[in-house]
């Protein structure tokens, strides 16, 4: 098992592999990380993955890790979005540079997960990238308006200003409902998509996640095995064992198809 630190199109990352696998074109696999987190706090999945024959690539997300500017908690809550944004811009900066590494070709199959932040960064990659072949979401969630304006709501109640007018904050929605799977489901077509999710998560709320699956499920009728959902009845926002194991086992099986 190799892990290189590297630096593509000045976006550090790790990149994990097997050393025989090093320069083939095999399955690659975008882990993107949560809020305030770093790439290295994902490599025990970078580790379940590339045993299995996969590249993974764990890039530092804008603003974190090495990216920092240190700024606090609350200067990068409200700079959440643009964090999203940005990291669904380097996936596609990303896959660019595999291309170029040509450890891509038209038939080398390529997933996204992430858990929390990364979790909501793959479901929006989901909405605008239909390069992307398999996902699994972790804590995520699909409905950028809708969580967008739940944060504004909560930041206001906490007394805290935003600091944007009512015309910065109406093109901010605009924006976001670009990326917003809830307002054009069918983007999905048919992928295999993995969520997992506590129930007591209250950081990202459970239900509205589990209400865009039900929602959709009846879209995967055929191969119900495809659109997957796991809740942890007792678990909050961390993803337990059994669920990392779930998430890089279906994250597996749909990439050595």
Request: charged fraction near 25%; proline fraction near 4%; include cysteine.
């Amino acid at each position: 098992m190799i892990v290189d630190h590297e630096k593509w199109s000045n976006i550090p990352l790790l990149h994990v592999y097997k050393e025989e696998d090093k320069n083939k074109q095999v399955p690659v696999v975008f882990f993107l990380h949560g809020f305030t987190s770093a790439k290295e706090h994902n490599l025990h999945y970078a580790y379940q993955l590339a045993e299995r024959g996969m590249r993974v690539l764990l890039p530092d997300a804008h603003l974190h890790g090495e990216r920092h500017e240190s700024l606090d908690e609350i200067q990068l809550s409200l700079r959440f979005w643009e964090i999203v944004l940005t990291s669904i811009e380097d996936v596609k900066t990303l896959r660019s540079e595999c291309i170029n590494r040509q450890l891509l070709s038209d038939d080398t199959k390529i997933a996204l997960a992430g858990t929390s932040m990364g979790g909501i960064e793959t479901l929006g990659c989901l909405k605008v990238y239909p390069w992307v072949d398999v996902a699994a979401v972790m804590m995520g969630s699909p409905g950028y308006v809708q969580l967008a304006k739940a944060q504004m709501a909560q930041y206001e109640a906490r007394g805290f200003k935003l600091p944007v007018t009512e015309i910065e904050r109406k093109q901010i929605l605009e924006t976001l409902s670009n990326f917003d799977l809830t307002k054009n489901p069918e983007a999905l077509n048919g992928r295999p998509v993995f969520f997992w999710h506590g129930q007591q998560d209250t950081v990202v709320p459970y239900e509205p996640t589990y209400n865009f699956y039900n929602a959709i499920k009846k879209s995967y009728a055929e191969h119900p095995e495809r659109f997957q959902f796991k809740s942890d009845q007792l678990a909050g926002h961390a993803v337990s064992r059994k669920g990392l194991l779930e998430a890089t086992d279906f994250l597996a099986e749909y990439l050595s198809v």
